[in-house]
């Protein structure tokens, strides 16, 4: 059975930083697209960053590029990492890791093959 389960999340302050993990087992998720999206009250659920299967390429939302970092691990810890760093009001939301063998930046999020349960981040001003 095909697992994500994201942890990490918590309520933090404003310009503080958070780790956010997923472990991924059921299946290898080597040739994998591996990432994060995002879903605040009443939004709909938006692109974060996305790591390519060879790590080579990372690919982040306006928003969140230059402050969050995606990486991953490979081998029997399979797992996907989100770095935030300044943390802002506005990044508050729950945080969900994702997968899919395609590119995830072609992707709409209802399209994408594997989801996490979610983790919520709220950021106090």
């Known amino acids: 059975q095909v697992q994500l389960v994201e942890s990490g999340g918590g309520t933090v302050q404003a310009g503080d930083s958070l780790r956010l993990s997923c472990a991924a087992s059921?299946?290898?998720?080597?040739?994998?697209?591996m990432g994060w999206f995002r879903q605040a009250p009443g939004r709909e659920r938006e692109f974060v960053g996305t790591?390519?299967?060879?790590?080579?390429?990372?690919?982040y939302a306006d928003s969140v590029k230059g402050r969050f970092t995606v990486s991953r691990e490979y081998g029997k810890n399979q797992a996907v990492y989100l770095h935030m760093n300044s943390l802002k009001p506005e990044d508050t939301a729950v945080y969900y890791c994702?997968?899919?063998?395609?590119?995830?930046?072609?992707?709409?999020?209802?399209?994408?093959?594997?989801w996490g349960q979610g983790t919520q981040v709220t950021v106090s001003s």
């Open positions: 994702a997968a899919d063998p395609r590119d995830m930046m072609l992707l709409t999020p209802d399209t994408v093959r594997y």
């Open positions: 790591i390519s299967w060879n790590r080579q390429n990372t690919y």
């Open positions: 059921g299946r290898s998720f080597i040739n994998d697209y």
